[in-house]
C-alpha cells in the first residue's frame, strides 16, 4: 500500500464523509419526526389516517432505496418536479427510515402495559399528564435500542447515493479507483472512514440506551 | 457493573476494527503476489496448480469452454442489450467473432466504465471489450491489445443553449460525466474548475442530462454524437477534445498468451475486412456511412487520419454539418499530432 496515495487521497474522502454526514443526519431526523407521527397515528387509530400510514409503511419498508432515489431523482423531473441531488438524499432516506422508525415508535409505545395507564388514571391524571409523563417516557426508553439500529442502517443505506451523483464515501473510493486505479488504498481508506462515521454512533449509542433504561425503569 | 459492559463493547468493536484492517491487509499482499506472478508468467512452470494468478491463458480457456467478456449494457450502439434481453453492438459483433474462432461458449459481463480494470486484475473477466479507450494510466494495469476504432472525446449540449466552447461554462454551471470514463480523467486533469456532476452509468448520465441537471455531457465524441442524433433539441458543440484516442480489447496485465492470439485475430480480421462489417452491421444505422473511414481500425492498423478525413468530408449526405465539423476535427488533431 502506497502511503503518498493515501495521504493525497484524504482530502477528499473527508469532503465526502461530511457530505455523508450532512445528508445522513438530516435523513435521520427527518425519519424520527416522520416516524413519530405515523406512529401515533396508528397507535390511536385514527381513522382514514392509519390507513394512509399503513399503505405509506408497507409502500417504504418493501422498495429499496435505491429505487426510491431512481423514483425521486429522475422520476419527479419527467412530471416538473426537479429538486436538488442532495434534497433528495435525504428525503429518500428520511421517508425510508421513517417508515422503520415508526415500526419501532409503534412497538414502543404497545409495550407500555395497560396497568400503566389505568393506575394513572385512578390516580387522577389527566389525558395529557398520562401521556406525557407516563406512557411517552416509557415508550421512548424501550424504543431507543430499535432507533439505534436504524440510525446505524441509515447511515450505511447512504452508500446507494452514487445512484443519483452525490459524491459520498462509496462513490468518491469508487471515482477515484476508475481514475487512478490505486484499489487497496481507496478501499482501505473507505472502511477506516466508515468506520469512523459509524463506531461513535455504536458506542455513544449504547452508552444513551443504558441511560434511558436506568432512569426509566431502575434497572 | 455498566462500566464493565462499556469496556467490553470498546474491546468487541476495536477487534473488529483491527479484524477489517487484516482483511484488507491480506487482500494486498495477496494482490501483491498476483502481480509478482504476473511478472514472472513466462515461467510457465506451475502454472496449472497456482491459486495466485488471477487470470486464464489461452489453453485454460479453451479448456474450460467458456470465456468471460466484460461488456458494456448500457452504452447503445457499442455494447448493450436489445429488448430480446440479447447483447448487441459493436464491441459485442466483435466479441462474438471471438468466440467463434476461439470454439467457447462466451459469458458476457455487464461492466460499468469504473469498474473495467478491476474486473481484469481481479480475474473476474478473461477479455474487456468495453469501448475501452487506451491510455497511458490504464496500461499499467492491464494489457491492451490491438486497436479496433478511433475516438476522441466529445461535448453534447441542448440546442436553446450550445456550448462550442469550454471557456463558455459558467462558474455555477455542471458538466455530466461518467465516472471512470477518459472525458472525467481529462476534465479533472485540465479543468479543474468545471463542476462535474458525476454517474456511475450510461443509463443514469443520460437520464440525468435530459432532466437538465448539466449545462452538457462530456464523453467518448461517438457516444455524444450517437446521442445528437438520435436526440431532437442536442447539437455536440465540441465534436472533439483532447487527443485523438484508440480502443482496444484488454486483457488481464501479464496474460501474453490470450493478448498474443487476440492480436493475431484483430490482424487476420484485418484481411476480411471485418470491423467494416461489423461498422455496416452495427453503427451504420446510427452513424451513417460518413463516419466509417473515422471510426474504423482494421486489422490494428491506425489510418492516416487525414486520409479518413478527407473519405468523410468528400462524403455527401444529408448530415454533412455534423460530418464536416468532424472531419475537421480530426484533420486538426491530426496535425497536432
Known amino acids: 500500500m502506497n502511503l503518498d496515495v493515501i495521504i493525497s487521497y484524504i482530502p477528499l474522502y473527508i469532503e465526502a464523509f461530511f457530505l455523508t454526514i450532512r445528508i445522513g443526519w438530516l435523513g435521520i431526523l427527518f425519519a424520527l419526526a416522520i416516524g413519530l407521527v405515523v406512529a401515533f397515528i396508528m397507535h390511536f387509530k385514527i381513522p382514514f389516517l392509519s390507513g394512509i400510514a399503513l399503505v405509506y409503511i408497507e409502500l417504504f419498508r418493501n422498495t429499496p432505496l435505491l429505487v426510491q432515489l431512481f423514483f425521486i431523482y429522475f422520476g419527479l423531473p419527467k412530471v416538473g418536479l426537479s429538486i436538488s441531488a442532495e434534497t433528495c438524499g435525504f428525503v429518500g432516506l428520511g421517508l425510508l427510515g421513517g417508515s422503520y422508525m415508526a415500526e419501532v415508535f409503534r412497538s414502543g409505545l404497545e409495550s407500555v402495559p395497560n396497568s400503566q395507564t389505568e393506575s394513572a388514571l385512578a390516580l387522577g391524571l389527566s389525558r395529557k399528564q398520562l401521556f406525557l409523563s407516563v406512557i411517552l417516557p416509557q415508550a421512548i426508553s424501550q424504543s431507543v435500542p430499535g432507533i439505534l439500529a436504524n440510525v446505524i442502517f441509515l447511515l450505511k443505506e447512504t452508500s446507494v447515493f452514487s445512484a443519483i451523483s452525490l459524491m459520498d464515501l462509496m462513490f468518491t473510493a469508487k471515482d477515484l479507483i476508475g481514475l487512478y486505479y490505486d484499489t487497496k488504498e481507496a478501499l482501505f481508506l473507505l472502511v477506516i472512514f466508515y468506520i469512523i462515521m459509524l463506531l461513535p454512533v455504536s458506542v455513544i449509542g449504547s452508552f444513551i440506551e443504558k441511560k434511558a433504561r436506568f432512569r426509566t425503569l431502575g434497572v | ?337
Request: some cysteine.
Open chain 2, 1 to 337: 457493573m455498566k462500566k464493565n459492559n462499556l469496556k467490553k463493547l470498546l474491546a468487541t468493536t476495536l477487534t473488529l476494527a483491527l479484524g477489517a484492517a487484516t482483511l484488507t491487509g491480506c487482500g494486498s499482499a495477496s494482490a501483491k503476489d498476483g502481480s509478482a506472478e504476473q511478472t514472472s508468467s513466462e515461467a510457465p512452470a506451475a502454472q496449472e496448480q497456482s491459486t495466485d494468478k488471477v487470470y486464464r491463458t489461452l489453453d485454460e480457456i479453451k479448456e474450460s469452454g467458456e470465456i468471460n467478456i466484460g461488456v458494456f449494457s448500457d452504452k447503445n450502439p457499442f455494447g448493450y442489450v436489445d429488448e430480446n434481453g440479447e447483447y448487441q453492438g459493436y464491441d459485442v459483433y466483435f466479441a462474438n467473432k471471438l468466440g467463434e474462432d476461439l470454439g467457447v461458449k462466451i459469458n458476457f459481463v455487464s461492466t460499468e466504465a469504473a469498474s473495467r480494470v478491476e474486473y481484469l486484475e481481479t480475474g473476474k473477466v478473461d477479455i474487456v471489450l468495453a469501448n475501452f479507450t487506451v491510455t497511458e494510466e490504464r496500461a499499467e494495469k492491464v494489457d491492451f491489445a490491438l486497436p479496433y476504432m478511433n475516438v476522441a472525446l466529445g461535448v453534447v449540449s441542448p440546442k436553446a443553449n450550445v456550448i462550442k466552447d469550454l471557456s463558455e461554462i459558467k462558474p455555477d454551471d455542471q458538466v455530466i460525466v461518467i465516472s471512470g470514463t477518459t472525458a472525467e480523467t481529462y476534465l479533472e486533469k485540465n479543468y479543474p474548475d468545471i463542476k462535474l456532476q458525476k454517474f456511475d452509468t450510461y443509463a443514469t448520465a443520460k437520464t440525468s442530462f435530459e432532466n437538465g441537471t448539466g449545462v452538457a455531457w462530456a464523453n467518448d465524441n461517438t457516444e455524444v454524437i450517437a446521442y445528437a442524433i438520435e436526440n431532437e433539441g442536442y447539437e455536440v458543440g465540441i465534436p472533439s477534445l483532447g487527443s485523438q484516442d484508440t480502443i482496444a480489447p484488454a486483457v488481464s496485465k501479464g496474460n501474453t498468451t490470450l493478448l498474443d492470439w487476440i492480436n493475431g485475430e484483430i490482424e487476420t480480421l484485418g484481411k476480411e475486412n471485418f470491423f467494416h462489417a461489423d461498422y455496416e452491421a452495427t453503427l451504420i444505422d446510427t452513424y451513417g456511412k460518413d463516419y466509417e473511414e473515422t471510426l474504423v481500425v482494421e486489422g490494428g492498423k491506425v489510418a492516416d487520419a487525414a486520409e479518413a478525413s478527407s473519405d468523410a468530408s468528400s462524403a455527401s449526405s444529408e448530415d454533412a454539418g455534423a460530418a464536416a465539423s468532424d472531419a475537421e476535427a480530426s484533420t486538426e488533431a491530426s496535425s497536432a499530432q
